[in-house]
């Protein structure tokens, strides 16, 4: 497959690049990129190789930016040490089969009191450190039932330092990528920074930003009533210079809103240590699109660490686009042209057939998408059942709603769970469609999920979905 070509590569060079490093220290520049950006992120140690998923992406990892369905910006402040201030700005955007990233990581010195050789006092000097990053995320079907997704990505930084009257620019260059696993929410990491960079020179040859490798794992949970959640994030990281370190966070989410968190890191002497921190997520139109950070830590001597973000997640405008039906669904030929091959390959359910609608399954096309789940639906094989599976457990709505679509059709009790578990998703079209699919199942443990649903339910327009659902419900065998 030649899609795959490149990020067999980049594979390649994170683990040839993990294998090379020194185990001591030695001389590096641009030291102010090992401090973690976003307050969320710090309050987890900074264990987001794999947990990424956001627009802070582009420094963690890059291929975390192929996961982002809605653009984002995020803006944290650092008032990191007496006089030290830290700020970061990025932003996300989806394009084509990923998504593009930004970022600026801005680090000042608050100017400070210069003397002579003879303790004269001469004038104030100041300092500033700048990185600038852009980065591409995007995403491959491996075809393999074990890890069914990969996502690669890559970002280029351009870094600029300042001391007094002195600047020295230079660039470095991250990759990155993101195994999402058959096992739902399980994913495992790697990256590398700096895997190209030059120098940055102040007095003579200078120094340049060392490399480092990093793998980290993730997993999320959630109760099965949503009413609580979880992520656990661990990060094993490869510094050129100096001994490898541990960095690890979790993560609890009360009711979508609330988020308590608590976070480890074993890197040096001003970020070694635990870390804690709060997330709030704004209601805005029955959906959380605004959310608030804070993270806090300590530093041993040199005091506490203080960090405040905020986060806003723009509307995903590519999920109206899917064409649900709003009767309840029921088995019937695809919609889209494309998306139905013949009656007679349908029936024989042949092997080519069931290919091609996995492609247009995990495809581009929201229409192709949930098509296609209504043929594989049809098609009587087990295994469509962990596609769907996998699909409400990516960050695409189009996808989930195509898998929501192919429960619908499926009968069988592991159905009737997975649709009971998308009333707990975080958008609202999924839980409502999820709601409209329970409701044309009729049963006892139909009806009995949607009225717990209908309990904890906090939009409107889900809400009303749910009565409809209820509504349509016939007494029936419990299921």
Same mark, same amino acid.
């Given at each position: 497959?030649?899609?795959?070509?490149?990020?067999?590569?980049?594979?390649?060079?994170?683990?040839?690049?993990?294998?090379?490093?020194?185990?001591?220290?030695?001389?590096?520049?641009?030291? @102010?990129?090992?401090?973690?950006?976003?307050?969320?992120?710090?309050?987890?140690?900074?264990?987001?190789?794999?947990?990424?998923?956001?627009?802070?992406?582009?420094?963690?990892?890059?291929?975390?930016?192929?996961?982002?369905?809605?653009?984002?910006?995020?803006?944290?402040?650092?008032?990191?040490?007496?006089?030290?201030?830290?700020?970061?700005?990025?932003?996300?955007?989806?394009?084509?089969?990923?998504? @593009?990233?930004?970022?600026?990581?801005?680090?000042?010195?608050?100017?400070?009191?210069?003397?002579?050789?003879? +303790?004269?006092?001469?004038?104030?000097?100041?300092?500033?450190?700048?990185?600038?990053?852009?980065?591409?995320?995007?995403?491959?079907?491996?075809?393999?039932?074990?890890?069914?997704?990969?996502?690669?990505?890559?970002?280029?930084?351009?870094?600029?330092?300042?001391?007094?009257?002195?600047?020295?620019?230079?660039?470095?260059? +991250?990759?990155?990528?993101?195994?999402?696993?058959?096992?739902?929410?399980?994913? /495992?990491?790697?990256?590398?920074?700096?895997?190209?960079?030059?120098?940055?020179?102040?007095?003579?040859?200078?120094?340049?930003?060392?490399?480092?490798?990093?793998?980290?794992?993730?997993?999320?949970?959630?109760?099965?009533?949503?009413?609580?959640?979880?992520? @656990?994030?661990?990060?094993?990281?490869?510094?050129?210079?100096?001994?490898?370190?541990?960095?690890?966070?979790?993560?609890?989410?009360?009711?979508?809103?609330?988020?308590?968190?608590?976070?480890?890191?074993?890197?040096?002497?001003?970020?070694?240590?635990?870390? @804690?921190?709060?997330?709030?997520?704004?209601?805005?139109?029955?959906?959380?699109?605004?959310?608030?950070?804070?993270?806090?830590?300590?530093?041993? +001597?040199?005091?506490?660490?203080?960090?405040?973000?905020?986060?806003?997640?723009?509307?995903?405008?590519?999920?109206?686009?899917?064409?649900?039906?709003?009767?309840?669904?029921?088995?019937?030929?695809?919609?889209?042209?494309?998306?139905?091959?013949?009656?007679?390959?349908?029936?024989?359910?042949?092997?080519? &057939?069931?290919?091609?609608?996995?492609?247009?399954?995990?495809?581009?096309?929201?229409?192709?998408? /949930?098509?296609?789940?209504?043929?594989?639906?049809?098609?009587?094989?087990?295994?469509?059942?962990?596609?769907?599976?996998?699909?409400?457990?990516?960050?695409?709505?189009?996808?989930?709603?195509?898998?929501?679509?192919?429960?619908?059709?499926?009968? +069988?009790?592991?159905?009737?769970? &997975?649709?009971?578990?998308?009333?707990?998703?975080?958008?609202?079209?999924?839980?409502?469609?999820?709601?409209?699919?329970?409701?044309?199942?009729?049963?006892?443990?139909?009806?009995?999920?949607?009225?717990?649903?209908?309990?904890?339910?906090?939009?409107?327009?889900?809400?009303?979905?749910?009565?409809?659902?209820?509504?349509?419900?016939?007494?029936?065998?419990?299921?």
């Amino acid at each position: 497959m030649k899609a795959a070509r490149f990020p067999v590569l980049l594979l390649l060079c994170l683990t040839a690049a993990g294998t090379v490093f020194a185990s001591g220290p030695g001389t590096s520049a641009a030291n @102010f990129l090992k401090i973690p950006v976003g307050a969320r992120e710090t309050s987890l140690g900074g264990a987001f190789t794999a947990a990424t998923d956001n627009a802070n992406a582009v420094f963690y990892n890059p291929a975390g930016l192929s996961l982002l369905e809605a653009g984002e910006v995020s803006y944290s402040y650092n008032n990191y040490l007496s006089g030290i201030s830290q700020q970061w700005l990025s932003a996300g955007f989806p394009a084509g089969k990923g998504a @593009f990233g930004f970022g600026a990581n801005y680090l000042s010195v608050r100017a400070f009191d210069s003397y002579d050789g003879a +303790d004269n006092r001469t004038g104030s000097v100041s300092a500033y450190d700048l990185a600038a990053y852009a980065g591409y995320g995007s995403r491959l079907e491996t075809g393999s039932d074990l890890v069914p997704f990969l996502r690669y990505g890559a970002a280029v930084k351009y870094i600029s330092e300042g001391l007094d009257t002195r600047r020295s620019s230079g660039y470095g260059f +991250d990759a990155g990528l993101l195994f999402l696993t058959s096992i739902r929410n399980l994913r /495992f990491g790697l990256g590398v920074e700096n895997l190209a960079a030059s120098r940055l020179a102040f007095i003579r040859s200078g120094a340049r930003p060392p490399l480092k490798f990093k793998s980290g794992v993730s997993y999320a949970l959630r109760s099965p009533g949503g009413a609580v959640g979880a992520l @656990f994030s661990l990060d094993v990281n490869y510094p050129e210079d100096g001994p490898r370190y541990l960095s690890a966070g979790v993560e609890n989410t009360i009711y979508g809103a609330l988020s308590l968190r608590a976070g480890y890191s074993s890197f040096g002497d001003v970020s070694n240590g635990l870390t @804690f921190g709060l997330g709030l997520g704004l209601p805005r139109r029955g959906g959380r699109d605004i959310r608030l950070d804070y993270s806090y830590g300590v530093s041993y +001597d040199l005091g506490n660490v203080h960090k405040f973000g905020l986060a806003w997640k723009f509307d995903p405008a590519r999920a109206a686009a899917v064409p649900w039906p709003r009767a309840a669904p029921a088995p019937r030929a695809a919609p889209a042209p494309r998306a139905a091959p013949a009656m007679k390959e349908q029936a024989a359910g042949s092997d080519a &057939a069931f290919k091609r609608q996995l492609e247009l399954l995990y495809g581009d096309s929201p229409e192709d998408s /949930f098509a296609a789940a209504g043929v594989l639906a049809g098609m009587g094989r087990p295994i469509a059942a962990e596609h769907f599976s996998a699909l409400l457990s990516s960050g695409k709505i189009a996808w989930k709603l195509a898998a929501v679509r192919g429960f619908s059709l499926l009968k +069988d009790a592991g159905s009737l769970a &997975a649709l009971a578990g998308a009333l707990d998703d975080e958008n609202e079209e999924v839980r409502r469609q999820a709601a409209l699919a329970l409701g044309s199942r009729g049963g006892a443990g139909a009806a009995a999920i949607l009225q717990n649903a209908l309990k904890k339910e906090e939009s409107d327009s889900v809400k009303s979905s749910i009565m409809e659902a209820l509504g349509r419900l016939a007494p029936g065998p419990q299921e």
